[in-house]
């Protein structure tokens, strides 16, 4: 097993930012998140059911003297963002960095000149939401020192336009919704038409794996876009604002054979949230594995957005021992799987999955923890 100790980022964040700038004046530590069920759904209008990571993004930030972000990123280096004009000459890797002061600029929030340390404890690329949680982080710290109170669906929204609209993601509103309000042994139901969120405690006795492949994907490379793209055209012929609203059988009708796999998807797994919810709700497992099985099937045959590795890494959780359920997770392609586990199983089930997983070149790595609290802010 290869697991990243929750906590190592903020250790080495705070001793980096200490040498090289100060005390901070602000710290922030955001969440990934892995979703259970309820992919692809979110800017469809439709219910998600996420859950906060224990790994996270950790941002040391001090106020400074001048008109810039003076940014260091472990892994990365180091770049200077201008307040004026934070977009210009910026590095690929601090865009969205550089996003996050344009959104503020642009929504009439100041943003004072600051010295940001940046690490992380997140795989990078593997579907658990690092882009959101850095950015959650970079808008956490930067109100903070601003002297802004903003509210968890404010400042998710802030980040979707980051990636919407400066990093160039249709992505949806899930992920920086949960990294923002998430609460610690709860997955966090959203109702994505009216960002309404529910709260519901997961049995002490289940744990979340979440199984990297050691597979990478770009969102940015199209084939997020296609699928949201004829998501909205599968809409458009049905005669709905979305496909929330879209009746099964009138899907089955859509002449266009790819609209209406894609379309097929995002309606059966609105129900499936709502079924598993109603099975972690009763401890049902019987019914927690059949629809997380569903689930995986539906991205893979008519979302296509499963991959060979991932296919490899959910045969091999759903065969591991104390497995409740497993299937692919994130906007697919390659990345992740998540799998709910007895928590009295986990060491014999990371094995397992090692064990059992082949992918070519590529190595497993898996991490299990309960769910954990969105983001934190301490001064």
């Not at 959104?103 to 882009?131: F, Q, R």
Request: hydrophobic share 45%; aromatic share 2%.
């Amino acid at each position: 097993m290869e697991a990243t100790p929750a906590g190592d980022a903020r250790t080495r964040v705070l001793t980096r930012h200490a040498a090289t700038v100060g005390t901070p004046h602000v710290i922030v530590n955001a969440p990934g998140r892995v979703n259970l069920i309820g992919e692809h759904t979110d800017y469809n209008d439709g219910y998600v059911a996420p859950v906060a990571l224990a790994m996270g993004t950790t941002v040391a930030a001090s106020r400074i003297t001048g008109d810039h972000l003076r940014v260091t990123a472990a892994g990365f280096g180091d770049t200077v963002i201008n307040l004026a004009d934070p977009m210009r000459d910026v590095p690929e890797w601090a865009q969205h960095i550089a996003g996050c002061v344009a959104v503020c600029a642009h929504h009439g929030k100041d943003v004072v000149a600051s010295a940001l340390t940046i690490d992380t404890d997140l795989p990078v690329g593997a579907g658990v939401s690092s882009s959101a949680a850095l950015e959650i982080a970079v808008l956490s710290a930067l109100a903070s020192l601003a002297g802004h109170e903003i509210t968890p669906t404010a400042i998710a929204r802030l980040a979707q336009k980051v990636e919407n609209d400066w990093v160039g993601v249709p992505s949806g509103i899930m992920d920086p919704l949960v990294i923002a309000g998430a609460r610690a042994g709860h997955v966090m139901v959203i109702d994505c038409a009216d960002l309404t969120m529910t709260h519901t405690p997961i049995n002490d006795d289940i744990t979340i794996a979440v199984l990297d492949t050691g597979t990478r994907r770009r969102l940015a490379d199209g084939a997020y876009g296609d699928r949201r793209d004829a998501c909205e055209r599968a809409a458009a012929t049905l005669g709905v604002a979305s496909l929330r609203t879209a009746d099964l059988d009138a899907v089955n009708t859509l002449s266009d054979p790819l609209l209406r796999r894609r379309a097929r998807h995002v309606v059966t797994e609105n129900a499936r949230v709502h079924q598993l919810m109603a099975a972690v709700a009763d401890g049902d497992t019987a019914t927690m594995r059949a629809v997380m099985a569903a689930g995986h099937a539906s991205l893979r045959d008519d979302f296509e957005v499963s991959s060979p590795a991932l296919d490899a890494i959910v045969t091999s959780a759903v065969a591991a021992p104390g497995c409740v359920g497993a299937r692919m997770t994130g906007g697919g392609f390659a990345g992740c799987a998540v799998a709910l586990v007895h928590r009295e199983a986990t060491a014999a089930f990371t094995t397992a999955v090692l064990d059992g997983y082949a992918s070519g070149d590529h190595r497993a790595r898996v991490w299990c923890g309960p769910p954990a609290a969105g983001v934190t802010i301490s001064t």
